[in-house]
């Protein structure tokens, strides 16, 4: 579970200061998925990086199952697994040895890791790419092998920024499915994406960023029904236009 509270994020450099998340609040269920939505430069990376214990909160607080993500940062990264866009993978190591690689860090016992290894290379189907040095894969392939490590530990609580971005149709299912079963098997799942149609079908709760703060926030039948929203598409255009429209 994940309970986030007034959180704030401001990045200050010695000539300027930006607020980039403004005080946003949600919680996320164990067993169900949690969809944060919204445009380029919404905050969503921001507030993934701080409850993965990336970045520290400005104000606020974060906890991931009960415990927060400041004062017991390094308890939290064992429950977490987290997947962003930003960490590509390269060189000439295989899958198979990076997730080795990786295994070993989190000091995982080797039969543990070969274990890990065979069921997420059935579960993601990675197994005709899992020898082949990462540098010479697609970019599907890879993130899949990105998918993979941030999973190897089989964490409870899943964070996924843009989990699908680079996949194709194929992939893209075998990721949701990957997502449905995490859920069903009761762990959190927390995702960012901005394909809308992939929320609606995965999600049980969104919440949509705009500018750092959350324009709305629930199970997504009653954030559509709250706002006379026939879909997550019609609901986010009409959220977002509400914003830019000049106060008089
Ligand atoms: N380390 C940083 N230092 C300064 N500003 C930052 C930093 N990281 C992010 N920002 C700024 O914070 C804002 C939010 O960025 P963030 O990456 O969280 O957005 P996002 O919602 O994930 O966008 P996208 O959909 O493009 O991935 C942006 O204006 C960005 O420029
Ligand atoms: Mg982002």
Do not use: W
Not at 36 to 52: E, F, Q
Not at 66 to 82: E, T, W
Not at 156 to 171: G, K, M, Q, R, Y
Request: aromatic residues 6%; negative net charge.
């Amino acid at each position: 579970m994940i309970q986030v509270e007034n959180l704030t994020k401001t990045f200050t450099t010695r000539k300027s200061s930006k607020q980039v998340v403004g005080g946003i609040s949600f919680t996320a269920n164990d067993g169900e998925v949690f969809g944060l939505l919204g445009p380029n430069g919404a905050g969503k990376t921001t507030t993934l990086r701080t409850i993965a214990t990336l970045l520290q909160p400005t104000s606020g607080s974060v906890l991931v199952d009960g415990l927060d993500v400041v004062a017991h940062s390094r308890a939290v990264r064992y429950r977490i697994g987290f997947l962003t866009g930003e960490m590509k993978l390269t060189g000439q190591l295989t899958g198979r040895e990076m997730l080795e690689f990786f295994g070993n860090l989190d000091h995982m016992e080797t039969a543990r890791i070969q274990q890990r290894i065979g069921q997420l290379a059935l579960d993601l189907d990675m197994e005709r790419f899992l020898d082949t040095p990462i540098a010479k894969l697609s970019s599907g392939m890879s993130q899949k092998v990105s998918l993979a490590i941030s999973l190897l530990h089989e964490p409870h609580v899943i964070i996924f920024d843009e989990p699908t971005s680079n996949l194709d149709v194929l992939a893209v299912k075998i990721v949701s499915d990957f997502i449905r079963r995490a859920k069903e098997e009761g762990k959190c799942v927390v995702l960012s994406t901005h394909i809308l149609s992939e929320a609606e079908r995965l999600c049980d709760r969104i919440g949509i960023l705009y500018e750092g703060r959350l324009l709305c926030e629930g199970p997504v039948d009653t954030v559509l029904a709250e706002h006379e929203a026939r879909d997550l598409e019609q609901l986010f255009f009409q959220l977002v236009q509400q914003q830019k429209v000049p106060l008089c």
